[in-house]
C-alpha cells in the first residue's frame, strides 16, 4: 500500500531513504519494471548488504546502496534531485505490536515525543531531495498521533510548496488535491481502498482489522516552479 502511493513510474529517479531489508524497494523496482534508478539509503551497513543481496536474487539491476542518515541534511547537491522520495522513518512500532509483542518491553512513554522529533527533522530533510513536481511519501508503523498527524501538519505549515494528494493519486506535477466537498466514487480507480483512507487523505490501518497492523503513511505532492 506505501509503495502504491509512491506510484513509481519506469523511467524515474527513486529515493528509498530509510530502506532497512528492502521490501519496499524491491516493490517499487518491479512496478518500475526494473527501468530507471532507486537509490537506498539506510545507516545499516548489514541491512543494506542483505538488501543487495536480495535485488540480486530478484534480478533487479537498478538499486544503488548507500550507507548515510537522514538525520544529517544532505548536500546541496543532491537537493532537487528524485522525482519520488520514500521516508518509512524510524518509529515506536507500536502499531506492529501483534507481530512483535517482545517490542513492548523496548518501549517507554517518552519515546513517542523523542522519536516525532527524529521524524520530523528526517521528513525536512527528505523533502529538500524531491524535485518541483514530485512526491513525497512519509510512512510510519505506529498508530500515535503524535508521530502520525502532528508530525505532517507541523511540516505542512513550514513547508507551503507540498500539499497532500489523496487517492486516486494523480501523477506529479497535476494541479489535483484533496477535495472535501466532492469526495472520489466508489467505483473510481484507486491503488489503495478507500475505506483506509481518512478524510484528510492519509493511509491509516489499525491491528485490529484482520491480517492488517497499525500505519500511517501520506503522499505529498511539491508544486512546480
Same mark, same amino acid.
Given at each position: 500500500?506505501?509503495?502504491?502511493?509512491?506510484?513509481?513510474? /519506469?523511467?524515474?529517479?527513486?529515493?528509498?531513504?530509510?530502506?532497512?531489508?528492502?521490501?519496499?524497494?524491491?516493490?517499487?523496482?518491479?512496478?518500475?519494471?526494473?527501468?530507471?534508478?532507486?537509490?537506498?539509503?539506510?545507516?545499516?551497513?548489514?541491512?543494506?548488504?542483505?538488501?543487495?543481496?536480495?535485488?540480486?536474487?530478484?534480478?533487479?539491476?537498478?538499486?544503488?546502496?548507500?550507507?548515510?542518515?537522514?538525520?544529517?541534511? /544532505?548536500?546541496?547537491?543532491?537537493?532537487?534531485?528524485?522525482?519520488?522520495?520514500?521516508?518509512?522513518?524510524?518509529?515506536?512500532?507500536?502499531?506492529?505490536?501483534?507481530?512483535?509483542?517482545?517490542?513492548?518491553?523496548?518501549?517507554?512513554?517518552?519515546?513517542? /515525543?523523542?522519536?516525532?522529533?527524529?521524524?520530523?527533522?528526517?521528513?525536512?530533510?527528505?523533502?529538500?531531495?524531491?524535485?518541483?513536481?514530485?512526491?513525497?511519501?512519509?510512512?510510519?508503523?505506529?498508530?500515535?498521533?503524535?508521530?502520525?498527524?502532528?508530525? !505532517?501538519?507541523?511540516?505542512?505549515?513550514?513547508?507551503?510548496?507540498?500539499?497532500?494528494?489523496? /487517492?486516486? !493519486?494523480?501523477?506529479?506535477?497535476?494541479?489535483?488535491?484533496?477535495?472535501?466537498?466532492?469526495?472520489?466514487?466508489?467505483?473510481?480507480?484507486?491503488?489503495?481502498?478507500?475505506?483506509? !483512507?481518512?478524510?484528510?487523505?492519509?493511509?491509516?490501518?489499525?491491528?485490529?482489522?484482520?491480517?492488517?497492523?497499525?500505519?500511517?503513511?501520506?503522499?505529498?505532492?511539491?508544486?512546480?516552479?
Amino acid at each position: 500500500l506505501v509503495t502504491a502511493l509512491l506510484d513509481p513510474k /519506469p523511467g524515474e529517479r527513486i529515493l528509498d531513504a530509510c530502506a532497512g531489508l528492502g521490501g519496499k524497494t524491491g516493490h517499487a523496482a518491479q512496478r518500475m519494471e526494473n527501468r530507471g534508478e532507486i537509490t537506498a539509503w539506510d545507516k545499516d551497513k548489514e541491512k543494506l548488504s542483505i538488501l543487495a543481496s536480495e535485488m540480486e536474487r530478484l534480478g533487479i539491476s537498478m538499486v544503488e546502496t548507500g550507507e548515510r542518515d537522514l538525520l544529517e541534511p /544532505p548536500g546541496p547537491w543532491l537537493h532537487n534531485r528524485f522525482d519520488r522520495v520514500l521516508l518509512d522513518a524510524p518509529c515506536t512500532g507500536l502499531g506492529v505490536l501483534r507481530r512483535n509483542p517482545e517490542a513492548r518491553w523496548n518501549r517507554c512513554r517518552e519515546d513517542i /515525543p523523542r522519536l516525532a522529533a527524529i521524524q520530523s527533522r528526517m521528513l525536512f530533510h527528505a523533502a529538500d531531495l524531491v524535485k518541483p513536481g514530485g512526491r513525497l511519501v512519509y510512512a510510519v508503523c505506529s498508530c500515535q498521533a503524535r508521530e502520525n498527524e502532528a508530525v !505532517i501538519q507541523a511540516f505542512l505549515e513550514q513547508r507551503e510548496e507540498f500539499s497532500v494528494i489523496a /487517492p486516486p !493519486i494523480p501523477s506529479p506535477g497535476s494541479s489535483a488535491g484533496i477535495n472535501h466537498d466532492q469526495p472520489a466514487p466508489e467505483n473510481s480507480a484507486s491503488p489503495v481502498p478507500k475505506h483506509l !483512507i481518512s478524510d484528510r487523505g492519509f493511509l491509516k490501518t489499525y491491528p485490529d482489522t484482520p491480517s492488517m497492523d497499525g500505519f500511517f503513511a501520506v503522499a505529498m505532492d511539491r508544486k512546480t516552479e
